[in-house]
């Protein structure tokens, strides 16, 4: 402990595990806001400048909006793929016992109703439900982490309480 009460030890990194293709896609969508994006907002904020009197126009303003938004991404990605962390197959292979839902694992579930939906669970970052990718932060995927096969589990949504059987659990690749 140090003077004052407080702990030396340092605060853990945050680490964001993203799967190979999620982490391509933002690294992709950082490019295009660089080398595109960026240009295409300073050529829109010279043209405003060109139009006349800035300090009355929409369209400067609009475009030093426009401005703000695509730093502001480009500052948030460039944090997150500085401390992402690509989900590989080796990361998969469990110490001992059955496997467990975690971040990068594809899980098939069962409701009451005996309907069965599979979804791939990983990070805020990449969620995307539409297409099965489903965030280990929303209420299923929070619900289903760290419960095995033959698990239930109970689901609080929106739209009530729904319990969902753990029937399969393997690696997404």
């Known amino acids: 402990m140090s003077i004052g009460g407080q702990s030396d030890a340092r605060p853990e990194r945050q680490v964001y595990r993203l799967t190979p293709e999620g982490y391509a896609k933002k690294k992709e969508r950082l490019e295009y806001l660089r080398n595109v994006k960026r240009k295409e907002v300073a050529d829109y904020i010279h043209e405003a400048k060109e139009a006349g009197d800035i300090s009355e126009s929409s ?6 909006n426009d401005q703000a938004k695509v730093e502001g991404e480009i500052i948030e990605l460039e944090q997150l793929l500085a401390v992402a962390e690509i989900m590989s197959p080796d990361m998969h292979q469990e110490t001992a016992g059955p496997r467990t839902v975690r ?14 939906r599979m ?24 619900a289903l982490m760290g419960h095995k096969e033959g698990d239930e ?4 949504t929106p739209g009530g309480v729904t319990s969902y059987l753990v029937l399969s659990i393997k690696p997404m690749y």
Do not use: C
């Not at 971040?103 to 069965?116: A, D, F, L, P, Y």
């Not at 589990?153 to 609080?156: G, I, K």
């Open 59 to 64: 369209a400067y303003e609009d475009a030093k």
């Open 103 to 116: 971040i990068g694992m594809q899980v098939e579930i069962e409701n009451e109703s005996g309907v069965k």
């Open 119 to 142: 979804f791939n669970l990983v990070s805020t970052f990449e969620a995307d439900p539409k297409a099965g990718l489903i965030s280990d932060q929303s209420p299923v995927g929070k």
């Open 153 to 156: 589990v109970s689901v609080s």
